[in-house]
């Protein structure tokens, strides 16, 4: 699997026709939207250099046991013939170490330089969300009341030019996942 990609955008028509909202090709209808929402899209920094810090970790953990392995059987098959032959055997495991840090690297600069963008996204009751983009934020919090509007009026139209935002999740954090169990009571957020 490659490194994960920066965000691709590009501009697109947002439009509501025919109790349908089309997010550039792809179509919605709007009575299966669940939810329409703005939010800021930020890059996932912490969890990307927790994940860099254990790659390291067990990078360099695995390459000094190999060492260590390849030196004690170098050492005592040396003992009978007289010759060292690990030499080799090391310089792929560390030339492998290397080349292993240095992609960990390359990913985790890619998220780290990953800017965070403001966002409409709109949920369906399936598992399918869209996402828009814009420079004006107050321009896509209007959209979410046009969105609404066109949920309870059936006869609503309308285009907009917007920019399409597909990002991936290895990079960014999409909010909150709330789980509930049962029906009453349920207040707050536990962040685990």
């Known amino acids: 699997m490659g490194a994960p990609l920066p965000p691709l955008m590009q501009a697109v028509d947002l439009r509501v026709s025919k109790r349908l909202l ?19 899209l930020r890059p996932r920094r912490k969890e990307a250099i927790v994940l860099f810090c254990k790659r390291v970790a067990l990078t360099l953990a695995l390459a000094v046991g ?14 009978g013939r007289g010759e060292s032959s690990g030499g080799p055997f090391l310089t792929v495991v560390w030339l492998g170490t ?38 004006d ?3 896509l919090i209007q959209l979410v009341g ?6 309870d009026h059936p006869e609503a139209e309308f285009t907009v ?8 999740p290895q990079i960014y954090h999409f909010g909150d996942n709330v789980n509930m169990y049962g029906g009453s009571g349920n207040v707050g957020i536990a962040n685990s």
């Open 137 to 139: 934020p107050g321009h």
């Open 66 to 79: 190999l060492t260590v392995l390849i030196l004690l059987v170098d050492g005592v098959a040396s003992i």
């Open 22 to 40: 089309w997010v550039g090709p792809a179509a919605y209808p709007l009575e299966n939207i669940a939810r329409v929402f703005t939010f800021v």
């Open 98 to 135: 290397v080349g292993g840090l240095i992609y960990f690297l390359v990913e985790l600069m890619q998220v780290l330089s990953a800017s965070s963008h403001f966002v409409l996204a709109v949920e369906t009751s399936g598992p399918s969300t869209a996402m828009v983009t814009s420079r």
């Open 161 to 168: 030019r917007v920019e399409g935002i597909s990002a991936s």
């Open 146 to 151: 046009r969105i609404a509007h066109a949920i």
